[in-house]
Antibody
Framework: EVQLVESGGGLVQPGRSLRLSCAAS????????MHWVRQVPGKGLEWVSG????????GYGKSVKGRFTISRDNARNFLFVEVNSLRVDDTALYYC???????????????WGQGTTVTVSS | EIVLTQSPATLSLSPGERATLSCRAS??????VAWYQQKVGQAPRLLIY???NRATGIPARFSGSGSGTDFTLTISSLEPEDFAVYYC????????FGPGTKVDIK
């Protein structure tokens, strides 16, 4: 069964950092690009970051560029994102997502985890 | 950044009716548009990729069309399980999503 399981979310103060992790199983992880997409409860989807199959190319959404760093460990089938200088408006459910293709601008995001919640509050 | 707008914001229809959802891009994205369905409390599900291709396991009542800046998702005859929020997404540049269209029961 194809599965993505996120972890690492929690309650954190503004300005602090977190590392979100995603464990992938059931597919050949290093054949596909991966993404993080977030969603404020009751609101729409926002692409946060993506990384190509081999980690050679990464991209970030405007609101997180310079503060978030995506990475992957193809040997262990893990996706990560380091989230720094957290702000109240980073509060959201963070989804780990598999792309249909191996590039960042692949044709569609076809497998989604259940998400991990990040709450930024003092 | 390519901005996607979706209309209408809410579509109120009855089961069995046809649903037509629109997505417009701020500049041409060729056919690089995907559509997703999200039900309450669930993660999104990929329906359509590259404007008109159904993803694996998606019923034939879902179809997509369009190119350039204007795209349409059509649900030919609404089933009870189709009432949900639908998002379009472009991949011509870094991915962006539209704000969504909610299809609710009339």
């Amino acid at each position: 069964e194809v599965q993505l399981v996120e972890s690492g979310g929690g309650l954190v103060q503004p300005g602090r950092s977190l590392r979100l992790s995603c464990a992938a199983s059931g597919f050949k992880f290093d054949d596909y690009a991966m993404h993080w997409v977030r969603q404020v409860p009751g609101k729409g989807l926002e692409w946060v970051s993506g990384i190509s199959w081999n980690g050679g190319n990464a991209g970030y959404g405007k609101s997180v560029k310079g503060r978030f760093t995506i990475s992957r460990d193809n040997a262990r089938n893990f996706l990560f994102v380091e989230v720094n200088s957290l702000r109240v408006d980073d509060t959201a459910l963070y989804y780990c997502v598999k792309d249909r293709d191996d590039i960042l601008t692949g044709s569609g995001m076809d497998v989604w985890g259940q998400g991990t919640t990040v709450t930024v509050s003092s | 950044e390519i901005v996607l707008t979706q209309s209408p914001a809410t579509l109120s229809l009855s089961p069995g009716e046809r649903a037509t959802l629109s997505c417009r891009a701020s500049q041409s994205v060729s056919t690089y548009v995907a559509w997703y369905q999200q039900k309450v409390g669930q993660a999104p599900r990929l329906l359509i990729y590259d404007a008109s291709n159904r993803a694996t396991g998606i019923p034939a009542r879902f179809s997509g069309s369009g190119s350039g800046t204007d795209f349409t998702l059509t649900i030919s005859s609404l089933e009870p399980e189709d009432f949900a929020v639908y998002y379009c997404q472009q991949r011509s540049s870094w991915p962006t999503f539209g704000p969504g269209t909610k299809v609710d029961i009339k």
